[in-house]
Protein backbone atom coordinates (compact mmCIF):
# COMPACT_ATOMS: atom_id res chain seq x y z
CA UNK A 1 0.00 0.00 0.00
CA UNK A 2 3.18 2.22 -0.68
CA UNK A 3 0.39 3.71 -3.16
CA UNK A 4 -1.22 5.16 -0.66
CA UNK A 5 1.17 8.12 -0.33
CA UNK A 6 0.04 9.36 -3.47
CA UNK A 7 -2.99 10.12 -1.44
CA UNK A 8 -0.90 12.02 0.90
CA UNK A 9 -2.06 9.53 3.58
CA UNK A 10 0.93 7.58 5.20
CA UNK A 11 0.62 4.11 6.37
CA UNK A 12 2.72 2.53 9.35
CA UNK A 13 3.67 -1.43 9.36
CA UNK A 14 0.90 -1.85 11.40
CA UNK A 15 -2.25 -0.49 9.08
CA UNK A 16 -0.15 -2.06 6.09
CA UNK A 17 -0.55 -5.20 7.81
CA UNK A 18 -4.47 -5.03 8.31
CA UNK A 19 -4.66 -4.14 4.90
CA UNK A 20 -3.04 -7.22 3.46
CA UNK A 21 -4.98 -9.13 5.97
CA UNK A 22 -7.82 -7.31 4.45
CA UNK A 23 -7.00 -8.89 1.30
CA UNK A 24 -7.04 -12.19 2.11
CA UNK A 25 -10.57 -12.23 3.79
CA UNK A 26 -12.01 -10.66 0.62
CA UNK A 27 -10.76 -13.68 -1.57
CA UNK A 28 -11.85 -15.74 1.23
CA UNK A 29 -15.54 -14.61 1.55
CA UNK A 30 -16.16 -13.05 -2.32
CA UNK A 31 -17.39 -16.47 -3.73
CA UNK A 32 -20.03 -16.64 -1.27
CA UNK A 33 -21.07 -12.90 -0.43
CA UNK A 34 -20.26 -11.50 -3.52
CA UNK A 35 -18.15 -8.22 -2.52
CA UNK A 36 -16.08 -7.45 -5.50
CA UNK A 37 -15.99 -8.04 -8.64
CA UNK A 38 -12.45 -7.37 -8.68
CA UNK A 39 -10.11 -10.08 -8.50
CA UNK A 40 -6.66 -9.41 -8.96
CA UNK A 41 -4.63 -7.81 -5.69
CA UNK A 42 -3.39 -4.58 -7.16
CA UNK A 43 -6.83 -3.95 -8.72
CA UNK A 44 -8.34 -4.35 -5.08
CA UNK A 45 -5.50 -2.33 -3.36
CA UNK A 46 -5.82 0.54 -5.96
CA UNK A 47 -9.27 0.25 -6.52
CA UNK A 48 -10.86 -0.62 -3.27
CA UNK A 49 -8.46 0.00 -0.48
CA UNK A 50 -6.87 3.53 -2.01
CA UNK A 51 -10.29 4.69 -3.57
CA UNK A 52 -11.64 4.32 0.12
CA UNK A 53 -8.60 6.30 1.20
CA UNK A 54 -8.97 9.68 -0.89
CA UNK A 55 -12.04 9.90 2.29
CA UNK A 56 -9.27 10.44 4.74
CA UNK A 57 -7.33 12.55 2.05
CA UNK A 58 -10.34 15.31 1.51
CA UNK A 59 -9.71 16.02 4.67
CA UNK A 60 -13.70 16.24 5.37
CA UNK A 61 -14.20 13.80 8.08
CA UNK A 62 -14.13 15.55 11.49
CA UNK A 63 -11.53 14.72 14.33
CA UNK A 64 -13.40 11.37 16.47
CA UNK A 65 -17.16 11.13 16.27
CA UNK A 66 -19.26 8.22 14.52
CA UNK A 67 -18.86 7.57 11.22
CA UNK A 68 -21.40 5.52 8.93
CA UNK A 69 -21.13 3.61 5.77
CA UNK A 70 -24.22 3.37 3.54
CA UNK A 71 -24.40 0.46 1.94
CA UNK A 72 -21.22 -1.36 2.98
CA UNK A 73 -20.68 -4.05 0.97
CA UNK A 74 -17.19 -5.29 1.28
CA UNK A 75 -16.26 -2.82 3.58
CA UNK A 76 -15.76 0.05 1.36
CA UNK A 77 -15.02 2.90 1.94
CA UNK A 78 -15.66 2.38 6.16
CA UNK A 79 -12.76 -0.22 6.95
CA UNK A 80 -10.57 0.95 5.20
CA UNK A 81 -11.29 4.78 6.65
CA UNK A 82 -11.18 2.63 9.83
CA UNK A 83 -7.98 1.39 9.55
CA UNK A 84 -6.41 4.24 9.40
CA UNK A 85 -8.47 7.05 11.27
CA UNK A 86 -8.66 4.94 14.55
CA UNK A 87 -10.07 8.06 16.34
CA UNK A 88 -13.67 6.91 14.62
CA UNK A 89 -15.82 4.95 15.93
CA UNK A 90 -17.47 2.68 12.84
CA UNK A 91 -20.97 1.66 11.67
CA UNK A 92 -21.24 -0.30 9.05
CA UNK A 93 -25.23 -0.57 7.09
CA UNK A 94 -25.40 -3.93 5.00
CA UNK A 95 -28.79 -4.67 3.63
CA UNK A 96 -27.21 -8.28 2.57
CA UNK A 97 -27.13 -11.33 5.31
CA UNK A 98 -24.61 -12.78 3.48
CA UNK A 99 -22.41 -9.48 3.38
CA UNK A 100 -23.66 -8.31 6.92
CA UNK A 101 -21.80 -11.96 8.35
CA UNK A 102 -18.73 -11.19 6.23
CA UNK A 103 -18.27 -7.63 7.63
CA UNK A 104 -19.00 -8.80 11.34
CA UNK A 105 -16.39 -11.34 10.56
CA UNK A 106 -13.67 -8.80 8.87
CA UNK A 107 -14.12 -6.37 11.92
CA UNK A 108 -12.93 -9.59 14.41
CA UNK A 109 -10.13 -10.55 12.20
CA UNK A 110 -9.19 -7.05 11.73
CA UNK A 111 -9.21 -6.74 15.24
CA UNK A 112 -11.37 -3.03 14.79
CA UNK A 113 -12.95 -1.82 18.15
CA UNK A 114 -15.44 0.78 18.50
CA UNK A 115 -16.64 -0.97 14.89
CA UNK A 116 -20.40 -2.59 14.31
CA UNK A 117 -22.24 -3.94 11.44
CA UNK A 118 -26.27 -3.25 11.06
CA UNK A 119 -28.08 -5.75 8.42
CA UNK A 120 -31.09 -3.66 6.73
CA UNK A 121 -32.50 -1.20 4.55
CA UNK A 122 -31.16 2.54 5.15
CA UNK A 123 -34.40 3.62 4.48
CA UNK A 124 -35.74 1.80 7.70
CA UNK A 125 -32.73 2.48 9.90
CA UNK A 126 -32.86 5.85 9.18
CA UNK A 127 -36.23 6.44 10.80
CA UNK A 128 -35.04 4.62 14.21
CA UNK A 129 -34.27 6.47 17.61
CA UNK A 130 -30.42 6.37 17.66
CA UNK A 131 -29.52 5.80 14.72
CA UNK A 132 -31.31 9.19 12.75
CA UNK A 133 -29.27 12.14 12.60
CA UNK A 134 -26.68 10.80 14.99
CA UNK A 135 -23.30 10.55 13.45
CA UNK A 136 -20.99 13.37 12.56
CA UNK A 137 -19.98 12.08 9.37
CA UNK A 138 -21.63 9.34 6.97
CA UNK A 139 -19.64 8.01 3.53
CA UNK A 140 -21.24 6.33 0.66
CA UNK A 141 -19.71 4.74 -2.21
CA UNK A 142 -21.62 3.13 -6.02
CA UNK A 143 -24.61 2.13 -4.24
CA UNK A 144 -27.10 4.68 -6.16
CA UNK A 145 -26.99 7.61 -8.39
CA UNK A 146 -25.64 10.53 -6.68
CA UNK A 147 -29.53 12.21 -6.05
CA UNK A 148 -31.13 8.60 -4.79
CA UNK A 149 -28.07 8.00 -2.47
CA UNK A 150 -28.86 11.54 -1.18
CA UNK A 151 -31.93 10.06 0.23
CA UNK A 152 -30.85 6.85 1.86
CA UNK A 153 -27.37 9.05 3.81
CA UNK A 154 -28.74 12.83 4.41
CA UNK A 155 -31.05 11.40 6.81
CA UNK A 156 -28.43 9.55 8.96
CA UNK A 157 -26.43 12.88 9.21
CA UNK A 158 -26.52 15.10 12.28
CA UNK A 159 -27.05 19.07 12.16
CA UNK A 160 -23.36 20.44 11.56
CA UNK A 161 -22.11 16.92 10.26
CA UNK A 162 -20.80 16.06 6.52
CA UNK A 163 -21.98 13.30 4.01
CA UNK A 164 -19.39 12.30 1.52
CA UNK A 165 -20.38 11.14 -1.55
CA UNK A 166 -18.34 9.27 -3.87
CA UNK A 167 -19.79 9.83 -7.34
CA UNK A 168 -16.54 8.45 -9.51
CA UNK A 169 -17.14 10.58 -12.22
CA UNK A 170 -20.89 10.60 -12.24
CA UNK A 171 -22.49 14.11 -11.78
CA UNK A 172 -26.21 14.93 -10.99
CA UNK A 173 -26.90 18.47 -11.40
CA UNK A 174 -30.22 17.89 -9.56
CA UNK A 175 -28.60 16.56 -6.58
CA UNK A 176 -27.85 19.94 -4.93
CA UNK A 177 -31.83 20.75 -5.14
CA UNK A 178 -32.13 17.44 -3.76
CA UNK A 179 -29.61 17.89 -0.59
CA UNK A 180 -31.57 20.59 0.21
CA UNK A 181 -34.68 19.13 0.31
CA UNK A 182 -32.97 16.98 3.13
CA UNK A 183 -31.61 19.39 5.04
CA UNK A 184 -28.11 19.64 3.46
CA UNK A 185 -26.05 21.96 1.37
CA UNK A 186 -23.27 21.24 -1.30
CA UNK A 187 -20.45 22.52 0.43
CA UNK A 188 -16.64 21.74 -1.82
CA UNK A 189 -15.88 18.68 -4.18
CA UNK A 190 -12.55 16.61 -4.05
CA UNK A 191 -11.01 14.87 -6.77
CA UNK A 192 -8.29 12.99 -7.41
CA UNK A 193 -6.90 10.42 -9.80
CA UNK A 194 -6.25 7.00 -8.80
CA UNK A 195 -2.70 5.53 -10.04
CA UNK A 196 -1.76 2.26 -12.68
CA UNK A 197 -4.98 3.75 -14.81
CA UNK A 198 -7.70 3.84 -12.41
CA UNK A 199 -8.91 7.21 -13.47
CA UNK A 200 -9.89 10.31 -11.79
CA UNK A 201 -12.54 10.11 -9.61
CA UNK A 202 -14.77 12.76 -6.97
CA UNK A 203 -16.01 13.03 -4.08
CA UNK A 204 -18.83 15.66 -2.97
CA UNK A 205 -18.78 17.17 0.34
CA UNK A 206 -22.80 17.78 1.51
CA UNK A 207 -23.21 19.91 4.91
CA UNK A 208 -25.98 18.89 7.22
CA UNK A 209 -27.35 22.52 7.99
CA UNK A 210 -30.69 21.58 9.50
CA UNK A 211 -32.77 18.46 10.19
CA UNK A 212 -34.17 16.12 7.73
CA UNK A 213 -38.07 16.45 7.43
CA UNK A 214 -39.46 13.77 9.05
CA UNK A 215 -41.17 12.20 6.68
CA UNK A 216 -38.32 11.27 4.71
CA UNK A 217 -36.37 8.76 3.88
CA UNK A 218 -39.65 7.15 2.08
CA UNK A 219 -40.59 3.97 1.82
CA UNK A 220 -37.88 0.92 0.97
CA UNK A 221 -37.54 0.92 -2.74
CA UNK A 222 -39.42 4.18 -3.15
CA UNK A 223 -36.45 6.50 -3.34
CA UNK A 224 -34.63 3.93 -6.28
CA UNK A 225 -38.19 3.90 -8.45
CA UNK A 226 -39.38 7.41 -7.66
CA UNK A 227 -36.16 10.06 -6.80
CA UNK A 228 -36.93 13.36 -5.12
CA UNK A 229 -35.51 15.03 -8.11
CA UNK A 230 -38.10 16.71 -10.22
CA UNK A 231 -40.63 15.95 -8.24
Known sequence: ?????????????????????YLRELAAGNPRAGLTAMEAPDAVRVGHFLDSLAC??????????????????????????????GDLSLTLLESSRRRAAFLERLLRVLDLTEAVVLEGRAEDWGHRLGVRESFAAVVARAVA???????????????????????????????????????????????????????????VIYRKVRPTPAELPRRAGVPSRRPLAGR
Not at 61 to 78: E, I, M, Y
Not at 165 to 192: K, N
Open 56 to 85: VASGALPAGGRLLDVGSGGGFPGVPIRIVR
Open 1 to 21: MDLAKELGVALGPREAAAFEL
Open 145 to 203: PPAVVLEYALPFVSPGGVFLAMEGTRGDSAAPEVAARLGARRESAYEYRLPLGGGPRRI
